[in-house]
């Protein structure tokens, strides 16, 4: 357990497994960790960022070669371990861009992802990747309506590519695409032949975004007894359980998660990169803050949202507008006492600020007292009570600007002790 969140009351202790003694199973507190699984790897997941490529796939998305080296040069400044391109048989000009970023000699492993096909990988090889990414849909609605090939096929194929890519020397993942919605005994099964032809990782990826955590996790770990290689997971966010199914993946012995920078991608997009080191670093702080440099996430949210003509949404993990304000007179007085009181994550990990509201009818004394402070105006707790009953009686009128109630904080200071306070 993480010594940063030792429970409040004592855990009685547990005989056998599953939390159960004598019979009875122990309730869990909710913020107990769970590193006990030896096959979790909440605490040593590698990140395939994929802003440019499942991100090209974002409707606003159109990058020029300029900005994809300035996207992939701070991603791997930042610290993801690979960063995905599109298919070089896109088109020329990805073609081209590929290669150029193959060039640049980045920390991360530059990947790119193409069909499973010997034509595809072919040209994915000449463009000087450190690997390949193929995939093939696998669902039977894929398989009727897409590309219209059998499983045995599928898996001829995919052994035969698997193969080639490896014997280039070239990292290989295979990946099926609507993983949920595929028949589970053939899919296994793919993912085994794969793994004996020597592929460094397979993929497991919800494509239309239907799963939930608790599917994931059986999925995964079923998978986890199959294959020796390396698992890696790609949910899309329709239903918004994209982090959840990142995270449930990894807790089933998932090795890599896709991401992209504010989660673009088809649709909606895939599990975020910063909300899916929101959820890591509560769990796994050393690992996250070793592997990233999270004060920079904001200058690259910030150049993908101008890149892609976004706003970076007001309740954004992190890099949110209110991601860190907090309001309520009872939130603000115990957040300035100690503010883990409300924070299970700390702005200063990734270079923001925490706001703390004075100027609403929910605003407490002890926010109107600490911003008397900023202002240099030294009040007595009295007075501060005081002064919230007029700010807050004002707010139920009209909403106040932070001007406003600085105005009304001067003016009773100066009402109430102007001989005491200092020059402004
Ligand atoms: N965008 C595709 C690619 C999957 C590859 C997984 N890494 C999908 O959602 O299925
Ligand atoms: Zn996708």
Same mark, same amino acid.
């Given at each position: 357990m993480c010594s940063d969140h030792a429970p409040a009351v004592e855990i009685p202790a547990v005989n056998g497994t599953n939390g159960v003694t004598n019979g009875r199973r122990q309730p869990k507190l909710p913020y107990q960790q769970h590193h006990s699984d030896e096959r979790s790897n909440t605490g040593r997941f590698q990140i395939i960022e994929s802003t440019l490529r499942e991100g090209e796939q974002f409707a606003n998305a159109f990058y020029d070669t300029e900005t994809k080296i300035k996207i992939a040069t701070a991603l791997s400044d930042f610290g993801v371990e690979y960063i995905e391109l599109t298919s070089p048989v896109a088109s020329p000009q990805s073609r081209a861009d590929c290669e150029a970023i193959c060039k640049l000699g980045l920390k991360a492993k530059i990947l790119t992802h193409v069909r499973c096909t010997m034509e595809d990988a072919k040209v994915a090889v000449a463009t000087g990747?450190? +690997?390949?990414?193929?995939? %093939?849909? /696998?669902?039977?609605?894929?398989? @009727? #309506?897409? #590309? #219209? &090939?059998?499983?045995?096929?599928?898996? =001829?194929? $995919? %052994? =035969?590519?698997? &193969?080639?890519i490896k014997s280039q020397g070239v990292e290989v993942r295979f990946s099926s695409e609507d993983s949920f919605r595929s028949n589970i005994v053939d899919l296994l099964s793919l993912y085994q032949a794969v793994d004996k032809a020597g592929c460094d990782r397979v993929g497991v990826a919800d494509t239309v975004?239907? !799963?939930?955590?608790?599917q994931v996790y059986k999925l995964v770990r079923t998978l986890r007894d199959v294959v020796s290689c390396d698992i890696e997971t790609h949910f899309h966010n329709d239903t918004m359980c994209a982090v959840?199914?990142?995270?449930? $993946?990894? =807790?089933?012995? !998932? /090795? #890599?998660? @896709? /991401?992209?920078?504010?989660?673009? +991608? =088809?649709?909606?997009g895939i599990t975020p990169l910063g909300g899916l080191l929101a959820r890591m670093i509560v769990e796994s702080p050393d690992y996250v803050k070793s592997r990233y440099k999270l004060a920079k996430l904001k200058e690259i949210e910030d150049l993908v949202a101008d890149v892609v003509q976004v706003n970076v949404p007001f309740n954004n993990p992190i890099t949110g507008y209110s991601a860190f304000s907090h309001k309520a007179g009872i939130h603000s007085k115990a957040i300035l006492a100690k503010p883990e009181t409300y924070e299970i994550l700390n702005p200063s990990d990734?270079?923001? &600020?925490?706001? %703390?509201?004075?100027?609403?009818?929910?605003?407490?004394?002890? !926010? %109107? &007292?600490?911003? $008397?402070?900023?202002l240099g105006l030294i009040i007595t707790d009295e007075q501060a009570k005081l002064l919230t009953q007029k700010i807050k009686a004002m707010a139920d009128v009209r909403p106040l600007a932070i001007d406003d109630t600085d105005s009304i904080i001067r003016s009773f200071c100066l009402e109430h002790q102007p001989e005491d306070?200092?020059?402004?």
């Open positions: 990747v450190d +690997g390949v990414d193929v995939v %093939i849909g /696998t669902s039977q609605i894929l398989r @009727d #309506h897409s #590309h #219209h &090939k059998s499983m045995a096929e599928i898996t =001829e194929t $995919a %052994i =035969e590519v698997v &193969k080639w975004g239907v !799963a939930t955590p608790r959840a199914n990142a995270h449930a $993946a990894l =807790e089933a012995g !998932a /090795t #890599h998660v @896709d /991401t992209s920078v504010l989660g673009i +991608g =088809e649709r909606n990734w270079g923001v &600020k925490r706001w %703390i509201h004075f100027s609403s009818r929910l605003t407490g004394w002890n !926010a %109107i &007292k600490s911003r $008397a402070g900023q306070q200092p020059d402004q």
